[in-house]
């Protein structure tokens, strides 16, 4: 069947007009950044099942003081990582995002690794001996806190994430304040090593 141009027009603008409002409804999480992807400038990372959003200078919040127990046992805080970036990423390990973000994760972290960057995960549901049996399948290197009995690292973060969204992820600046968050799970490494640069004043 043979299809008029006027029927071809319409189908255009039906299709623009679908683009238009899927970038609206990025913009309600990432909404500088989906500004900076109209304006072709790159720095717009925009998808259909994730949404970054960056603080502009002046406007970050406070930062985020926070403890918790490692799966290795050890006591960790914010103090811990004073004085670096650190990457935050809040998972669990049968969270089907979470398995697909963790290699880009250990790719980032290996990247920068010999810097003043720090990751550090944020289990939500497991016990310490399935997190360290996802670290080892993903070979994962950086921690993760056990956060599932008392939920206190993710209450800390709750004004910057929503309780619920999981993967999630926070770059602090190394002040600990909030430079950049990411929720949903991470698509590709370029777009975290650039939050990245960002917090360390490269870009």
Known sequence: ??????ARGVASIAAALMLVAGLTACSDAS????EQYRNGDGKGYIAADFAVHEYKPGEQPPAIAYSGTLDDGKDVSNKTYSGKVTVVNFWWAACAPCRQEAPILEKTAQQ??????????????????TAQSFAKEFGITYPSIMDVD?????????????????????????DGR???????????????GALIKTALGES
Request: hydrophobic share 45%; glycine share 8%.
């Open 1 to 6: 069947m043979r299809i008029s141009k006027k």
């Open 31 to 34: 909404g500088d950044l989906a």
């Open 112 to 129: 920068f690794a010999g810097q003043d960057v720090a990751f550090l995960g944020v289990n939500t549901y497991d016990q310490a001996g």
């Open 150 to 174: 008392t939920k206190s690292v993710t209450a800390a973060f709750a004004d910057v994430v929503p309780l619920s969204a999981t993967p999630s992820t926070v770059v602090l600046d190394k």
């Open 178 to 192: 909030p430079t950049a968050r990411i929720v949903g799970a991470i698509p590709d490494a370029s777009i975290l």
